[in-house]
């Protein structure tokens, strides 16, 4: 098993560019989520999914979509980037709802903008 | 999900036990307290979780007092590649799958 893969790993970006950060897990995993963590700070909530077809918003969505389309892919998009989205971001799973809740990372997506 | 309160930062000396305390104390009956750290820039990782029983891992130990409202994880000899912050959270074990996390405390190992 890869467990959950990001991509890309770094990325620059220009303040009003789009762009997607890709998730995907192997484990076939229900629930999936991403993080975004800023210097010194923890890690936000941004968005997660219980499912295929079902997303919700965390504490800081604003700026950004996301969808699920399958069990496997998560994808988060910036639909207009801004600087105060640079961070790093990171993907996360797990088994879901009722389970021990164990969340799988993945190695993060460092982005910049411009 | 109930809050956490953890020191910013602490330090250990190689081969000791880093004791990790956390403070929990709206915890309600069903919610479970997870650890999990961050090397460095990677992403977090799990390391134990309990309810009201301590528990023992290959990783760590995690002892929740008997009111529930503090914990501490034990790594029992820690070692250089400890360095790390760590996370205690608070969550219902069947409830909302997203987790919070706070700032953590920095643990610092030295030689």
């Known amino acids: 098993n890869a467990g959950v893969t990001q991509t890309p790993k770094f990325q620059v970006l220009k303040t009003g560019q789009s762009m997607t950060l890709q998730c995907a897990q192997d484990?076939?995993?229900?629930?999936m989520s991403w993080y975004r963590q800023d210097p010194g700070m923890g890690l936000r909530l941004i968005h997660y999914?219980?499912?295929?077809?079902?997303?919700d918003q965390g504490e800081v969505p604003n700026g950004y979509n996301v969808s699920r389309s399958t069990t496997e892919d998560f994808p988060l998009r910036l639909l207009s980037a801004a600087p105060s989205q640079t961070s790093v971001y990171f993907c996360?799973?797990?088994?879901?709802?009722?389970?021990?809740?164990?969340?799988?990372f993945g190695e993060g997506s460092r982005l910049t903008v411009l | 999900d109930a809050k956490t309160t953890q020191p910013t930062s602490m330090d250990c000396a190689e081969g000791r036990a880093a004791n990790l305390p956390c403070n929990h104390s709206?915890?309600?009956?069903?919610?479970?307290v997870y650890w999990y750290r961050q090397i460095h820039s990677q992403g977090p990782q799990y390391i134990i979780h309990?309810?009201?029983n301590n528990e023992t891992n290959e990783m760590a130990s995690l002892i929740i007092t008997e009111d529930r409202k503090s914990s501490t994880l034990i790594l029992p000899h820690a070692t250089l590649r400890d360095t790390a912050v760590y996370y205690c959270?608070?969550?219902?074990?069947?409830?909302?799958?997203?987790?919070?996390f706070g700032k953590g405390t920095k643990l610092t190992v030295n030689p």
């Open positions: 484990m076939n995993h229900e629930y």
């Open positions: 959270i608070v969550r219902t074990q069947g409830g909302s799958e997203k987790l919070v």
């Open positions: 309990g309810l009201k």
């Open positions: 996360a799973s797990s088994r879901g709802h009722g389970n021990t809740g164990e969340l799988f």
């Open positions: 999914s219980v499912g295929a077809g079902i997303t």
């Open positions: 709206t915890i309600s009956g069903n919610e479970y």
